[in-house]
């Protein structure tokens, strides 16, 4: 009944500013088809031409010249929900929506150029994602970047806005390949991707089960994505085996969660807990396990499916292992004083959400920046160890052990390699 209600009102809406649409069609439509075709084309053919939600229904009437195009609305999500309330509120509870406030509170975010972040060719392009402040968005049109303050565009391209395109997993391409997410790698060349590609080409019938990213994350036209592990594969409470919790406290205190030396809550901690970038306790967990399970249920038996996903977490306690005796390598390096504390880290410890921000060349010590030991530790982390455990979990062998495992081991060796190495050194 409150969908029925929601969509008679979101019509209401819609019917409302839908008035002065004539203005708009004739002048807008008449100077943007030479201007920018493409845009012109696009919104032709959407449905928003076709229910009559024309130019000045989003960008206002103000902007009427070459000389004033400023004057135009660059409209952001609250625009988007005066006809879609449904899909803002589901979106306004996701992960997406923290994208911008997690790029923000990484410290290696402010070394990179202005037109990586906020011009959105670099982290910003795809961190846009979440419904920023007023005074966000005027920030960034302060710096002259006008285009970057809308969510609802990153899936559903401007000015189509397609549902069918946001469902197709090319659209999650964008975003989740390379680096540290390399999600559309995993899938495309999984079993669950194989077949998808084999159905699209016709060598599979249309009744052949092919899972997107849309299935097992936003099913059923959900905004609202979580995942159990969450992006940076960590949790509470800890794990009962003793040396799984150590490595996992480790990981923490690298991460600047808990304090290295008397393992208390930090401000990053509170950070983490804000936008939700972490499951917290049992239950929140759980929570989100259980929906993944009743997705894969759609396929599979409950039991394999478990099993599959039990097998998973086992794997991510082993890539803990090791990446935890990697800080522990480096981390005697900072208390020794062989490695001096980098400026902006908050302890005289590993620091991983650093990322990969260098100032200078020097790797073997560079003091404004990273050494080249924190440089591997930092690529085991977000690079390998990433891998890992995502491509575990998107059943994909060769990313899972290849790219993952494997060089995840290798790291390992080259940090002790150089531990042994530095300590020489230093002792001379």
């Known amino acids: 009944m409150q969908r029925v209600i929601q969509s008679i009102l979101a019509g209401v809406c819609c019917t409302l500013l839908m008035a002065g649409m004539s203005w708009a069609e004739d002048v807008c439509i008449d100077c943007h088809s030479t201007i920018s075709p493409g845009q012109v084309k696009d919104w032709q053919a959407s449905k928003h031409a076709e229910m009559g939600i024309s130019c000045d229904t989003c960008h206002g009437d103000e902007h009427k010249s070459a000389t004033d195009y400023k004057k135009a609305i660059l409209p952001d999500e609250k625009v988007c929900a005066q006809c879609h ?22 410290p290696a975010t402010h070394y990179a150029p202005d037109e990586l972040i906020e011009g959105g060719r670099g982290c910003g392009g795809c961190h846009n994602m979440g419904i920023k402040t007023e005074a966000q968005i005027a920030d960034q049109r302060a710096k002259g970047y006008r285009y970057q303050n809308n969510s609802c565009d990153e899936c559903h391209t401007r000015h189509s806005f397609s549902k069918k395109e946001a469902q197709n997993p090319v659209a999650c391409q964008q975003c989740h390949m390379g680096y540290d997410h390399p999600q559309w790698e995993m899938w495309s060349s999984s079993k669950h991707g194989s077949r998808y590609f084999a159905q699209k080409d016709g060598d599979l019938p249309a009744s052949a089960a092919v899972p997107t990213c849309q299935t097992c994350h936003l099913p059923n036209g ?3 994505n979580h995942t159990a592990w969450g992006f940076l594969g960590v949790r509470l409470p800890l794990p009962e085996d003793p040396q799984a919790a150590a490595d996992r406290v480790t990981i ?9 030396e008397t393992g208390a809550t930090t401000a990053i901690f509170e950070a983490v807990k804000a936008v939700d970038l972490a499951r917290l306790d049992q239950a929140s967990w759980q929570k989100e396990r259980d929906k993944m399970l009743n997705t894969c249920t759609q396929c599979h038996s409950y039991a394999y499916a478990k099993e599959q996903l039990d097998m998973g977490d086992a794997m991510l306690t082993k890539a803990d292992r090791l990446m935890a005796e990697a800080i522990e390598t480096v981390a005697a390096l900072y208390k020794e004083g062989i490695i001096q504390k980098p400026e902006g880290y908050p302890y005289n410890y590993p620091f991983i959400l650093a ?3 260098t100032n200078g060349a020097n790797w073997d010590q560079n003091l404004d920046g990273l050494s080249y030991i924190d440089q591997v530790l930092l690529q085991m982390y977000f690079k390998h160890r990433m891998r890992a455990y995502q491509a575990f979990f998107h059943v994909n062998p060769d990313y899972a052990y290849w790219y993952g495992w494997n060089m995840m081991t290798q790291d390992l ?12 050194t230093h002792a001379k």
């Open 252 to 260: 923490l205190k690298a991460l600047g969660v808990l304090h290295p």
């Open 413 to 424: 060796g080259e940090i002790k390699h150089l531990a042994k190495t530095m300590r020489a």
């Open 222 to 224: 959900t905004h609202e």
């Open 85 to 106: 309330e449904e899909q803002f509120t589901s979106f306004s509870h996701g992960k997406h929506n923290y994208g911008w406030t997690v790029l923000n509170a990484i």
């Open 355 to 357: 990322l990969m921000h």
